[in-house]
């Protein structure tokens, strides 16, 4: 498909497990966003990427949240020893250059509980 | 510390109508504005955007509306359908220290019913 995937699509896991979500974004879009929506709430923007490099990383919770980007392309997302607050819907975009006025195309998310 | 706040949690219009959704922020900083569209267990899609230069922005049935004076924006959906039926996401971007790229701050969301 052309639009932005995201792996898996529901992931439930005991509290204190590592998790990985995966972002693959749309073909040569340079910048990806991770964003989580926790329940009830909007979505809160976690880390940017332009290529390889994340720029900002100011959203990040916590030092168990970390994410990388390989080859321009997809995005991992890897929450280590997860807690209940992680619990929540997380999201990736992903847009042609990081220009504001280029619209963010995202992805249906990854449904994250922690039993 | 809400930075945007959509303060109506749902809206319900007949078919045909207009729907008006609503949208404060307190950040200064912010200069660009967007409206998302959300079904459920689906990523949100973007609508329609304006600049802080500008007050208003129109496409097809959908227009928004900007008063930077009481930092306040609107989406306006005239006619409203019963496919327009969703949760409706305001967001803002600040350009920060001159480097201008598209992080954005979401408000909570506005589930919009529209009834046939």
């Known amino acids: 498909g052309a639009g932005v995937s995201q792996s898996p699509s529901n992931k439930v896991t005991e509290k204190g497990k590592d998790v990985e979500l995966r972002c693959d974004p749309i073909s040569g879009h340079t910048a990806l966003y991770w964003y989580r929506q926790s329940l009830g709430q909007g979505l809160e923007f976690l880390i940017y990427?332009?290529?390889?490099?994340?720029?900002?990383k100011s959203g990040l919770p916590s030092d168990r949240f970390s994410a990388e980007r390989t080859g321009g392309s997809v995005s991992t997302l890897t929450i280590q020893r997860t807690q209940q607050e992680d619990s929540a819907v997380y999201l990736c975009a992903s847009s042609l250059g990081a220009l504001r006025n280029q619209p963010q195309h995202f992805g249906d998310g990854t449904r994250l509980s922690i039993l | 510390d809400q930075q945007v706040k959509q303060n109506s949690p749902s809206l319900s219009v007949q078919e045909g109508r207009i729907s008006i959704l609503n949208c404060d922020y307190t950040?200064?900083?912010?200069?660009?504005f967007l409206w998302y569209k959300k079904y459920p267990a689906e990523g949100p899609t973007f609508l329609i955007s304006i600049s802080s230069i500008k007050d208003k922005n129109e496409d097809g049935r959908f227009t928004v509306f900007l008063n930077k004076s009481a930092k306040h924006l609107s989406l306006h959906i005239v006619p409203s359908q019963p496919g327009d039926s969703a949760v409706y996401f305001c967001a803002a971007s600040a350009n920060a220290g001159g480097t201008s790229y598209g992080k954005l701050t979401f408000g909570q969301g506005t589930i919009l019913t529209v009834h046939p």
């Open positions: 990427f332009q290529g390889n490099s994340a720029p900002d």
């Open positions: 950040n200064s900083m912010f200069d660009y």
